[in-house]
C-alpha cells in the first residue's frame, strides 16, 4: 500500500479503523526540536470523533503514545512514532459488507485490489480513522514550521449550499489564524454555523450525508520554493491533500472560477511594499507560480463528499452470490465530515510544506 508520503521527511501511517491501533512513524525530522505535546493533543481533539450531532457517536479518546524521537519533549533525530489505541469498536456492524460493497466507498475496489483478504472493519486501512495518524504529524510539523514563520490554517467554506466568509487571499491576521486553530467547528463568520448545522441534520435525520468544501491558506513561504514540472507547489500539495479520504477535488487561488474570467482579470500585478519586497495586488495564482511560491500566501479549497455510509438502502451487488441486492448500512458514521475534516487538510498542508522547505 501506498501508506508513505514525502521525499525529506517521510511520513508512514498504519493500522486500522478496529485494529488494536493506529500509528506513524515520521523519519527525517531534524533534531533539537521543541514539540509541545499539548498543543499535539489540542489539535487532535479538533479532529477527534463523538464531539456533536455532525459527526459519528463513535467516542475515541485520541491520545497518541510516543514510541520513540522524543526526550525530554525535544526530537532526538530519531524516526519519531506515536501509537493511538483503537477502543471503541463495533466490529458486527460490519460483517455484511464484504459481501454487499457500500455504494460510494472503497469497499468493492479494495475487494478487487487486494483478493478480498482486505479488512472490512470500519472501512479498515481506507478508513478516516487513520487521519488521526496525519493530525498527529500535522501538530508536530506546524510547530516546526511556525518556529520558521510559517502559519496555516483554514475554515469550513461550505457546507451543502451553506457557505461561510472567504478567506482574504492576500493575507489573513495572527488573530484570526489563531482562532480558526483552536476551533472545532472553525469559521470566518461565525452567524452561518446554525444553517451549516441545520443542513447535517436535515441529513442524519432522512439517514443521509452531506459534502462541503474547507479552504485553506499557507502564510510566511518566502518566494522561490517549489520547481517545474512534477515538483511544484500545486503537486505537493494536492498529492497530500488527496491522500485525506473523501478529498475529491483541489483548487488554487480563484481555481475553476478563474476559467471565466479574461487574463486582464485574472492576472495579479506586482509591486513593492514599504520594505522592498515584491507582492502582487490580488491573489487569483493562490501564491505559486510556474510551480514556484511567489511571496503571497498560499490558498487552496478542497472539495470533500458527503459521507458514504449512509442508513438510507441503496442498491448493490451480492459479491458471494453475483446478484443484485439492497443495503442499509449500520455502524456509527458522520452525517457531515467537513468539521473534522479541516484540522486534517492543515495538517496535510503541512505535510507538503515541510518538505518542500
Avoid at 458486527?92 to 483478504?117: I, T
Wanted: hydrophobic share 40%; glycine share 14%.
Amino acid at each position: 500500500m501506498g501508506s508513505v508520503f514525502g521525499n525529506k521527511i517521510k511520513l508512514s501511517v498504519f493500522g486500522e479503523s478496529h485494529g488494536n491501533g493506529i500509528g506513524v512513524v515520521i523519519d527525517g525530522l531534524p533534531a533539537g526540536e521543541a514539540i509541545d505535546l499539548d498543543e499535539v493533543y489540542r489539535q487532535m481533539q479538533r479532529r477527534a470523533p463523538g464531539g456533536d450531532k455532525t459527526s459519528t457517536p463513535r467516542k475515541e479518546a485520541d491520545i497518541p503514545e510516543v514510541l520513540s524521537g522524543l526526550l525530554n519533549g525535544t526530537t532526538t533525530g530519531a524516526p519519531l512514532c506515536a501509537v493511538i489505541k483503537n477502543t471503541n469498536t463495533r466490529s458486527a456492524d460490519y460483517s455484511n459488507l464484504l459481501a454487499a460493497p457500500r455504494p460510494g466507498h472503497s469497499d468493492y475496489a479494495a475487494f478487487v485490489r487486494y483478493g478480498g483478504f482486505n479488512d472490512i472493519r470500519g472501512g479498515g486501512h481506507f478508513s478516516g480513522r487513520l487521519t488521526a495518524n496525519l493530525v498527529f504529524a500535522g501538530a508536530v510539523f506546524r510547530q516546526i514550521l511556525e518556529r520558521r514563520g510559517v502559519s496555516i490554517a483554514a475554515h469550513i467554506y461550505s457546507i451543502g449550499h451553506v457557505k461561510d466568509e472567504a478567506l482574504d487571499p492576500t493575507g489573513i491576521s495572527p488573530e484570526l489564524c489563531s482562532r480558526l486553530n483552536s476551533e472545532k467547528f472553525a469559521l470566518v463568520d461565525r452567524s452561518c454555523e446554525d444553517a451549516m448545522r441545520g443542513e447535517v441534520e436535515n441529513a442524519r435525520i432522512n439517514g443521509d450525508s452531506v459534502g462541503g468544501v474547507v479552504e485553506c491558506i499557507v502564510q510566511g513561504l518566502p518566494a522561490g520554493i517549489g520547481e517545474p514540472m512534477f515538483g511544484g507547489v500545486e503537486n505537493v500539495i494536492a498529492a497530500a491533500v488527496f491522500g485525506v479520504p473523501a478529498v475529491k477535488g483541489i483548487e488554487f487561488g480563484s481555481g475553476f472560477a478563474g476559467t471565466e474570467l479574461l487574463g486582464s482579470q485574472n492576472n495579479d500585478e506586482f509591486y513593492y511594499d514599504d520594505s522592498g519586497n515584491v507582492l502582487t495586488r490580488t491573489n487569483n495564482h493562490g501564491g505559486a507560480l510556474g510551480g514556484i511560491t511567489s511571496g503571497m500566501p498560499i490558498i487552496f479549497r478542497a472539495a470533500i463528499k458527503p459521507t458514504p455510509s449512509i442508513s438510507k438502502e441503496q442498491r448493490t451487488v451480492d459479491l458471494q452470490n453475483r446478484c443484485g441486492t439492497t443495503l442499509s448500512i449500520k455502524g456509527r458514521h458522520d452525517p457531515c465530515i467537513v468539521p473534522r475534516a479541516v484540522s486534517v487538510i492543515e495538517s496535510a498542508a503541512a505535510a507538503a510544506v515541510i518538505n518542500l522547505m
